[in-house]
């Protein structure tokens, strides 16, 4: 049976370790330019060229791609005390890459990188303690707790996971305000920082009056901001506020864009409207062919699942209805 708290936390791992690696990639500096440069600088001892030999190793950028000598350069590194080497070491063994699978040894390299300081491992406790992982109780208050700390360092991430606590768990808020508004709190200030899921949920809030007062515009408007950064739900709630005018001024063609975008990063409800729309000649030039594409990629991916988990309810578009192209309710 699939572990779906592992599946999920996998997939929070691999996020926060890119996040990671990317920040580190752009602060190498010149004199570390070359692979020759950082190997020497690490078998001399400098522990922090040693993770960007394992970060190069990892990636095959200079040499040849080697997750065994990653492991071994990222563990040098780790033992020197490297904070983002242990915790690029903890992901490693969550993942049973280059190491055995081990998630002892990915909460162990994981606490000591978070007792550094580092945003993605505090964030990575977080998430381990509220999905029991790791030989750890689950416990949203231990989460929250790891959230918390993260969330001081500006860590977007964490400022979400908080929201989601409130709303959805049974922390209770400090504020005294309800789970919804203190969740709306907390993804307003990952939102205004740009993250998408954040701005997603803020607006499914001003649509639904839920933790704020319903205001379609700013829905609307949050919805965009969080579909431009390619949020594939976000571009679909945003083709059905075009195609019925809620929030924004009612345009099919720009309806059909957002709906494509979503499609072509497989949700199915966007595959299932995009068939639709060629199938009527809706918007779009009637092609019997293209439909049945659509209609086919739409049957390969699961109907319903996101868009429940997001509040939606969708609607399968009525054959011969003229407001059937995009039905939401």
Not at 120 to 126: E, I, R, V
Request: charged letters at 20%.
């Amino acid at each position: 049976m699939i572990n779906l708290n592992r599946v999920v936390c996998f997939e929070l791992g691999k996020r926060c370790c890119h996040a990671q690696v990317a920040m580190i990639n752009s602060l190498i500096p010149a004199d570390f330019s070359s692979f020759r440069c950082l190997l020497r600088n690490a078998q001399s001892g400098d522990s922090r060229a040693a993770f960007h030999v394992a970060i190069r190793c990892s990636q095959g950028r200079g040499t040849d791609q080697s997750d065994h000598d990653a492991a071994k350069w990222c563990i040098r590194s780790a033992e020197d005390g490297c904070p983002q080497a242990q915790f690029y070491l903890a992901i490693m063994h969550f993942e049973g890459r280059g190491v055995r699978q081990d998630d002892r040894e990915t909460l162990r390299w994981c606490r000591l990188s978070a007792e550094l300081g580092l945003p993605q491992a505090l964030h990575f406790m977080g998430s381990m303690h509220a999905r029991g992982l790791g030989g750890l109780a689950t416990s949203e208050e231990d989460a929250l707790y790891w959230y918390y700390k993260a969330a001081k360092t500006g860590y977007n991430a964490s400022f979400y996971e908080i929201g989601c606590l409130f709303c959805y768990g049974s922390v209770e808020s400090p504020t005294g305000l309800r789970g919804d508004a203190e969740a709306f709190r907390w993804w307003q200030r990952a939102a205004e920082h740009g993250h998408a899921e954040s701005q997603f949920k803020l607006s499914l809030q001003y649509a639904e009056g839920r933790g704020v007062n319903r205001d379609t515009i700013l829905s609307a408007k949050w919805c965009a901001d969080s579909a431009r950064q390619g949020h594939r739900i976000a571009q679909f709630a945003l083709a059905c506020k075009y195609k019925h005018g809620d929030g924004v001024a009612q345009n099919d063609m720009i309806a059909l864009h957002y709906c494509r975008q979503s499609a072509l990063q497989n949700l199915a409800e966007a595959q299932f409207n995009m068939g639709f729309a060629y199938e009527s000649g809706l918007t779009v030039e009637r092609n019997v062919n293209t439909a049945i594409e659509w209609y086919q990629l739409a049957s390969g991916h699961l109907f319903e699942g996101e868009f429940h988990d997001h509040g939606f309810h969708f609607t399968v578009p009525i054959r011969g209805s003229k407001t059937g192209h995009f039905l939401l309710r």
